[in-house]
């Protein structure tokens, strides 16, 4: 047959191979034409041949034949012994005050169940993987070039200390030679010494000589011995030489860390088809700007300190200070709009803006942590036995909150869903607490890939742990750093690029670092003390200035 008009062929009856199909048993799964249907029937009587006609195959359950009764059809179904059954089984004792089910409802039941799983499979799960695999051969490629790079800067350090070495070479053999002509002609010159005073003596032999040889007493008499002069022996001079003594090049060339592959099963989330600025397509890549710049400086009208801010919107932030009293800004126009006091009376100890614009606030004073809806303070949170100090809201809504021990031995971030506790992270996988305990300031934020990240100034780290928990690694800050200070971690907040941006309390700067822990740059626009970060929608920077009392809002971002 030609193979460009097969599928124009009709089918054929599977019993006499010759007339076109028409009709079908969904039973046997058959394809038959009229003349054939009957002989059908009566090739095996003890089978309930369902015969329909060929468009609407399939249509027929076929329910599951009896494991117990020979060629019984089931169509039952046990839901205590999970089995579909027959008449007969439960005309029997064996499911005796049984729940049962139809057969054809618990099929619907799982065929929706597959079909979820299906949809899952396919929507999620695969293109998941797809994902992940993408991932691990964008690793790859990153890893060749990375090892590409690190033999690069050994041969480039090699060939420079080649060059140094060749001077190095050159300056010893210079230095060998100058001592050899130094020793040489100090050497020399007493040669010269010595070869004079063979000289004299052997003038005094000859005149010694000619006076003994002679009769002539006057010539005797006038000799002057100088004998006692040369039995002072000329000193000895017995050079050193210098010695080279060789250093083992291994020690001082250099040294390889050792590399690895760790394992973290929390490392990739499932991929979601739900479209958010969280969850959705990657963002724009953004490059860092060689040099910040200051944009607009708001000065608040706190007496004291100025100790935080949070975005609201481009237009507005919300600030707080050593005061009792959380104060909305506008941007523009560097202006107060909104005071709102804390209920206790206290100070917040740090604030929040949720996904929906309410103002949060931590009160160390009561334990609690408070929504402001309508000028109206609810609270959220209230603890026993533990002090709240700072907060973030997450993209799914959730807070998470750093909080001390009453003893401040201990310390520990809870994610809440509302007010129930969803999850506490206090130790890495070998027990160790993951924040320093005692009274230190803390900040905590929620990256865009869904890390935690705290910075600790008891430790002098950020730390960031994955969403199960799970640490990632500690950034322990860079040097050279811009006053040479150590490393004094206060605010922390995450912009559109996964970056983390943590304020230096002691090198009035911002570190900037990527998503691994990175070192990137500094921001250093003049700042004094900050300490509070916020980022809003078009990554512009918030900084809040301790002792000053002012915000300073930064581009740092193309």
């Not at 070495?165 to 100058?178: N, Q, S, Y």
């Not at 005094?204 to 002069?229: G, Q, R, W």
């Not at 709240?388 to 809201?393: A, D, E, F, I, W």
Request: charged share 25%; hydrophobic share 30%.
């Amino acid at each position: 047959m030609d193979p460009r008009t097969r599928a124009q062929d009709v089918m054929r009856c599977d019993l006499c191979e010759t007339a076109v199909v028409q009709m079908h048993c969904d039973t046997c799964l058959v394809n038959l034409c009229t003349a054939c249907v009957g002989k059908h029937m009566i090739s095996d009587e003890s089978m309930d041949h369902k015969v329909v006609k060929f468009q609407f195959r399939k249509s027929t359950p076929l329910y599951p034949g009896c494991k117990s009764h020979n060629k019984q059809q089931c169509t039952m179904y046990c839901n205590q012994c999970d089995i579909p059954v027959c008449t007969k089984c439960l005309a029997s004792d064996q499911h005796l005050g049984h729940k049962l089910s139809e057969v054809l409802q618990v099929m619907d039941e799982k065929k929706e169940k597959n079909i979820k799983e299906l949809t899952e499979l396919k929507a999620t799960i695969y293109p998941t993987y797809q994902d992940i695999a993408s991932d691990v051969q964008n690793r790859m490629s990153q890893l060749e070039k990375e090892y590409g790079d690190l033999s690069t800067a050994i041969t480039k350090h090699g060939e420079d200390w080649h060059r140094e070495i060749d001077k190095l070479v050159k300056t010893f053999k210079a230095e060998v030679d100058e001592m050899k002509n130094t020793q040489l002609q100090t050497l020399q010159k007493h040669l010269d010494e010595i070869n004079k005073k063979m000289s004299d003596i052997k003038d005094e032999i000859n005149s010694v000589e000619m006076a003994i040889d002679t009769n002539d007493l006057s010539k005797l008499f006038s000799i002057t011995s100088h004998v006692y002069i040369y039995r002072n022996l000329p000193q000895k001079l017995a050079p050193s030489l210098s010695k080279f003594i060789p250093e083992k090049i291994q020690g001082l060339f250099g040294t390889l860390t050792s590399s690895s592959l760790t394992s973290d099963k929390h490392g990739y989330s499932m991929k979601t088809t739900q479209k958010s600025p969280e969850a959705g397509s990657s963002p724009p890549v953004k490059q860092l700007l060689d040099e910040p710049e200051t944009v607009t400086t708001i000065a608040t009208e706190y007496n004291e300190y100025l100790y935080n801010v949070a975005y609201l919107s481009d237009e507005e932030i919300w600030t707080s200070g050593r005061d009792n009293t959380m104060k909305l800004y506008s941007i523009n126009q560097g202006s107060q709009l909104k005071s709102i006091p804390t209920k206790s009376g206290k100070m917040p100890y740090d604030i929040a803006v949720t996904k929906r614009g309410d103002l949060l606030y931590t009160d160390y004073w009561d334990r609690t942590v408070n929504i402001v809806k309508n000028k109206k303070i609810e609270g959220v949170i209230r603890l026993q036995n533990w002090i709240p100090y700072n907060v973030c809201s997450t993209s799914s809504g959730d807070l998470l909150v750093i909080m001390d021990s009453d003893d401040y031995t201990q310390t520990k971030v809870v994610c809440y869903s509302g007010s129930t506790e969803k999850q506490t992270i206090q130790f890495d996988d070998k027990g160790k607490p993951l924040y320093s305990s005692g009274y230190h300031v803390r900040y905590i934020t929620e990256n865009r890939n869904l890390d935690i990240c705290v910075s600790d100034s008891g430790s002098k780290a950020a730390v960031v742990v994955n969403q199960a928990g799970k640490l990632r690694f500690r950034y322990t800050g860079h040097t050279p750093a811009p006053k040479n200070q150590p490393f004094s971690p206060v605010g922390i907040t995450t912009d559109s690029q996964s970056h983390i941006l943590t304020a230096d309390d002691y090198n009035d700067c911002v570190h900037i670092i990527d998503q691994d822990g990175q070192f990137l740059c500094y921001i250093d626009c003049g700042l004094s003390a900050p300490c509070g970060l916020c980022t809003d929608t078009n990554d512009n920077l918030f900084v809040a200035q301790r002792f000053n009392k002012k915000v300073k809002k930064i581009k740092y971002m193309h």
